[in-house]
């Protein structure tokens, strides 16, 4: 039964309906208004089950620095050893012969995934990065 299709209808103004067409057909084949829509309400239930308090998320940071920061890696080893439970895998990535790329995949409660993201972003030396969280979904 949770699998049988429901339908309902969507009434919206026809300029935003037209933009939603476009975004649509830049998916993909096999993709549709109703899998758009689907894909939607998944995305919205998804975030909104990472921002409960407690809940259980994956979490991706990526981040950009320079390797010549004085002594940054040990720091970010740091961070990422104190944290050892919650970090799942590091990448590293030699974007030229001065700036490199890591992605730091976590797995644990939305706050701590959070406050370890604001750890390693607030790193002096760091120049950019973004955590981006999500679920399996299964209990959204």
């Given at each position: 039964m949770a699998h049988e299709l429901m339908r309902f209808s969507v009434a919206m103004p026809e300029d935003l309906l037209m933009r939603f067409d476009r975004l649509v057909g830049t998916r993909g084949?096999?993709?549709n208004r109703s899998e758009a829509v689907r894909d939607l309400v998944r995305d919205a239930l998804v975030e909104a089950e990472c921002a409960t308090p407690g809940?259980?998320?994956y979490?991706?940071?990526t981040i950009v620095y320079s390797h010549h920061a004085s002594d940054l890696q040990e720091k970010?080893?740091?961070?990422?050893?104190?944290?050892?439970?919650?970090?799942?895998?590091?990448?590293?990535?030699?974007?030229?012969?001065?700036?490199?790329?890591?992605?730091i995949i976590m797995h644990g409660e939305?706050?701590?995934?959070?406050?370890?993201?604001?750890?390693?972003?607030?790193?002096k030396g760091v120049e950019n990065g973004r955590l981006v969280v999500t679920t399996t979904g299964r209990d959204a």
């Open positions: 084949l096999a993709r809940a259980e998320v979490g991706t940071l970010l080893h740091q961070i990422q050893h104190e944290h050892f439970s919650v970090i799942v895998s590091t990448t590293h990535v030699h974007v030229d012969a001065h700036m490199c790329l890591e992605v939305a706050a701590l995934i959070q406050s370890i993201a604001n750890m390693i972003l607030g790193t």
